[in-house]
């Protein structure tokens, strides 16, 4: 009589591990494209204030990143809550995607803390630090995740964002290095968030 049961749940086990290693789209892409505008903006931001144009040389990074935060959660818990079920979120990709991006963004806000602390001594400029860091870490999500899901544009950003640390690194000294760092994230977050969206299943009923 335990048989039919047991089947029952070896079936639903093999039904899972098929779907957890199947290459689903990913459904992200909301996150994506919220979090790289933000990112755009906040460089453009900083360029500006670097070069005198918005703010006092010292308090406006507090203001354009403390915003930076407080809107991003604040859409960031939004976008959650207009998302629903979608197909496929059990796929390899889509499982992975959530806790990688949650340890990048750890990451980011780790650094972001200790060169908050450090530039009361030295000066806005140890900021530059943070942007290779950023693009690391991005590089890393996107190439886990978009390989996962066999999503060849979130793997090329990938290689795109590890392209960018070196190119941020060599321009540290040049007074738009921000508007590269912007245009950077652009095209390697935002773009590719807002391709995920339109490819993104619908919701399930």
Known sequence: MNQAPAASDDLAYVRRLAESGARAPLIGGRFMA???FLVVAGWTAQHLAVNGTIGDGSSVFGIIWGTFSVVGMAGQALLARS??????AGSAGNLASRPVWSA????IASMVVGVAM???QTGYQVFDWIVPVAFAVYACALIVTGKL???RIVVLAGYGAAAMVGLFTAFILDPNRYLIAAAGAAVTVMLPGLLLLRREPPAEE
């Not at 998302?83 to 496929?88: N, T």
């Open 34 to 36: 919220w979090w790289g």
């Open 83 to 88: 998302m629903g079920p979608k197909a496929g």
């Open 104 to 107: 990048s963004a750890m990451t």
């Open 149 to 151: 899901a066999g999503e």
């Open 118 to 120: 450090l530039a009361r």
